[in-house]
């Protein structure tokens, strides 16, 4: 079921639409997720710990809070960093420059910026340095 659930999370074209599948499913989907913390392996991990963090975001619980900071290196955040967003900003922690960093990403410099201005939305920061103090203080890098 864990893995049909993954397969499920990284099928759906944009989260915010399905939500209210995975929603009307709560204390089942709830049971999995907390499975789904336990697993080892982060291909299956990764996007249901990724649900879980979207789902009870607005729901702060202590089951939700346990089954979120499981294994997460972002839930120090009220908006969690995505994968590729950790990844950026532990290039942005690097002394790499954007183009650099896009060069090494197999990005556009655009993408990047991208990337950067979401990174400092949801840390609340302003500058590259500032992201990357942020993200020490919060255990992302």
């Known amino acids: 079921a864990v893995s049909t659930l993954a397969h499920a999370v990284q099928q759906a074209p944009e989260f915010e639409p399905c939500a209210g599948v995975f929603l009307s499913e ?4 709830k ?27 607005d729901q ?8 979120v900071g499981h294994g ?5 955040t009220p908006d969690p960093l995505s994968e590729r967003e950790q990844e950026v900003l532990r290039l942005l922690a690097s002394d790499l420059t954007g183009p650099q ?11 990047l910026r991208t990337h950067t201005k979401r990174i400092f939305t949801k840390l609340d920061v302003t500058s590259r340095a500032a992201a990357v103090r942020r993200g020490r203080q919060v255990g992302l890098l």
């Open 72 to 76: 997460s290196a972002s839930a120090g």
């Open 26 to 29: 709560e204390p089942a989907l």
């Open 101 to 111: 960093i896009a060069r090494q990403l197999f990005i556009s410099l655009n993408t």
């Open 31 to 57: 049971t999995l997720l907390e499975t789904a913390a336990e697993l080892t392996d982060p291909s299956t991990a990764q996007p249901l710990t990724e649900l879980a963090r979207r789902l009870m975001r």
């Open 60 to 67: 702060p619980t202590d089951d939700a809070t346990a089954v």
